[in-house]
């Protein structure tokens, strides 16, 4: 990865509203995460401060600091889930993966999202880009 390549990605966002944030998105589509290396071509893209790139990525969740696992296992936190079951079933997903919500262990992640639109069919996960309704540990047939 070049300077060159990183400005190619970041460069058709830089007249749009928001264009930060859709450079960054488009980063985190070519790369996986967005790499320190991208912080400064970002910042001078859009004239502003290293240190404000820094935060808009460390504000939003979504932006990944470091290289994605090869699983990425979301589950929804929110109140609806909550309702039926979500915390049980992360504890669940906890003890089968050998690691804990917000860290990484076995080339798996778990992450919690705030809502995933299946509100009515909770508990919901989202296993890489598949959503899952009335998740269980069975249900997601992840290797661990
Ligand atoms: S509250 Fe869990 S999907 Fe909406």
């Known amino acids: 990865m070049t300077e060159d390549d990183i400005r190619t990605q970041v460069a ?19 790369y996986g995460y967005i790499h320190p290396e991208h912080l400064p071509v970002v910042a001078d893209v859009f004239n ?29 936190q929110a109140e ?5 079951g979500s915390r ?9 993966y050998q690691t804990k919500l917000g860290r990484r262990g076995n080339d798996i992640e778990l992450e919690a999202v705030y809502c995933l639109g299946l509100c009515a069919t909770g508990p919901a996960v989202q296993v890489n880009d598949r ?6 540990v069975e249900k997601l047939q992840v290797p661990g």
């Not at 969740?61 to 929804?76: L, N």
């Open 48 to 76: 502003i401060s290293v240190a404000e790139v820094r935060g808009i990525v460390s504000f939003y969740e979504d932006f990944k600091t470091h290289p994605p696992a090869a699983t990425t296992i979301r589950i929804c």
């Open 88 to 96: 049980e079933l992360t504890k669940e997903l906890e003890t089968a």
């Open 131 to 136: 959503l899952i309704a009335k998740a269980s």
């Open 12 to 30: 058709p966002h830089q007249h749009k509203l928001g264009g930060t944030i859709h450079a960054l998105h488009q980063l985190m589509r070519a």
């Open 80 to 84: 609806a889930c909550q309702a039926v």
